[in-house]
């Protein structure tokens, strides 16, 4: 399949960036980068960790340099537990040791850890220089490397520090994935299966094919209509408003997310990848969905049957339900102590529901189905 170019315009915002995806196309990557940034930028630094830095690392800063940048490498260590100010700290203090200057660029190379916390530390060096996005995992594909997201887990939770900064462009190479971990590829499975149940439609086909048969082509082909409908998302909504509700806000990306973060927050980011606790996220989701007489019952047999197509998750039997309820209102989307879940009418159709809205014997009785599943 032929390389392929999606713009993202956010009307009112200086940030309009292109998305390139395409299957070997690292190699080109300087040649992208000096598109993206212009002739007069000098200094990139590869924000990368030393996994995915030994795997792609060379032809990155190979390609970059072939186009006239000086490189330099900033490495985080790698997992979500890294993903903290004292990282960003580090890599402030390497960018000014560095000469880091305000036309120079950051560039993460890597997943969604990588990622956000590179946007992050680019947001706040010298009042925010530029970044480029390189995304090396499934999920840093479809769904962390676009949208301008950026940060780091802080005292009150998952993500609860950072800032919006949308990059100057997204490299998507899905050749990296060909050493990705079965585990990790299913985790970022879990965040497509996430934007079939909102898009319905082309996107929930695209996520069933590639499902079906996890090849090259199948799996482009769902990252680019997964993007192209985040993207539509982002441009009418970036900021995600708080007072925004409608089907096409932004916080509906959070489907899932209030019980994912919770249930990584109280297990201390360990014991599931982020996108596994999306799957359960997603279940949850329609367990609470579905007592509310919101959803009917194909449409709950058609996710679930979509969510099994991606594979088993961690069990969550030495869990305890109500210290992940409790963890709830740490969620970041709590607005002015309310908090807002985000529910199914049917696929395709999401709903903002205000959380008092939902009894509380809700979601234990919704946890408990969870259970049962194991
Ligand atoms: P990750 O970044 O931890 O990467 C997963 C693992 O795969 C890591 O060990 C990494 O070193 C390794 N890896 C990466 N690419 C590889 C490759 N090509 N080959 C072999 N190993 C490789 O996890 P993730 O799932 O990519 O990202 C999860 C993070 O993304 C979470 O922190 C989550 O909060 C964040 N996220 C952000 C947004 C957003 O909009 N900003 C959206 C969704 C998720
Ligand atoms: N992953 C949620 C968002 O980008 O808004």
Redesign the pocket.
């Known amino acids: 399949m032929k390389p392929h170019t999606l713009k993202i315009a956010i009307p009112g915002a200086a940030s309009s960036y292109d998305i390139l995806s395409g299957n070997g196309i690292l190699s080109g990557a300087g040649a992208w980068a000096r598109k993206c940034l212009g002739r007069d930028t000098q200094r990139l630094a590869i924000f990368s960790?030393?996994?995915?830095n030994d795997?792609?690392g060379d032809m990155l800063t190979k390609s970059l340099r072939s186009a006239g940048f000086s490189v330099t490498t900033f490495l985080m260590r790698?997992?979500?537990r890294y993903?903290t100010l004292r990282t960003v700290e580090a890599a402030l203090a390497k960018f000014a040791d560095e000469g880091i200057k305000r036309g120079d660029a950051v560039i993460a190379l890597?997943?969604?850890?990588?990622?956000?916390t590179a946007?992050f530390a680019a947001a706040c060096h010298l009042r925010g220089v530029r970044f480029l996005q390189v995304?090396?995992?499934?999920?840093?594909m479809l769904?962390?490397?676009?949208?301008?997201?950026?940060?780091v887990?802080g005292p009150g939770g998952?993500?609860t520090i950072g800032a919006f900064h949308q990059p100057a462009g997204v490299l998507i190479d899905t050749a990296?994935?060909?050493?990705?971990?079965e585990r990790?590829l299913n985790?970022?499975f879990y965040?497509a299966v996430k934007h079939a149940m909102l898009a319905g439609g082309e996107v929930l086909a695209n996520t069933r094919h590639a499902l079906d048969s996890r090849e090259p082509k199948r799996l482009l082909t769902m990252i680019r209509s997964g993007v192209e409908f985040k993207a539509a998302i982002v441009a009418g909504d970036e900021r995600e408003d708080s007072k925004k509700r409608d089907s096409h806000s932004r916080k509906v990306?959070n489907l899932g997310h209030t019980f994912a973060?919770a249930l990584?927050k109280v297990t201390n980011y360990r014991k599931f990848?982020?996108?596994e606790a999306?799957g359960y996220g997603l279940l949850y989701a329609a367990e609470i969905s579905k007592s509310l007489d919101l959803i009917d019952k194909n449409d709950i047999n058609l996710l679930y049957d979509v969510a099994r197509g991606v594979g088993s998750l961690p069990p969550l039997a030495s869990i305890d339900p109500q210290e992940v309820i409790e963890a709830f209102r740490f969620d970041k989307k709590t607005h002015a102590g309310s908090l807002e879940m985000v529910l199914l009418k049917g696929i395709g159709k999401p709903v903002i529901v205000a959380a008092d809205k939902i009894p509380q014997n809700t979601h234990a009785a919704a946890f408990r189905r969870l259970l049962e599943m194991q």
């Open positions: 960790n030393p996994t995915v795997l792609y790698d997992g979500e993903k890597g997943g969604g850890v990588v990622g956000d946007g995304p090396t995992t499934l999920l840093a769904d962390s490397s676009v949208g301008g997201k950026t940060g887990n998952k993500n990296t994935l060909a050493t990705l971990p990790e985790a970022g965040e990306l973060h990584e990848l982020h996108g999306v």
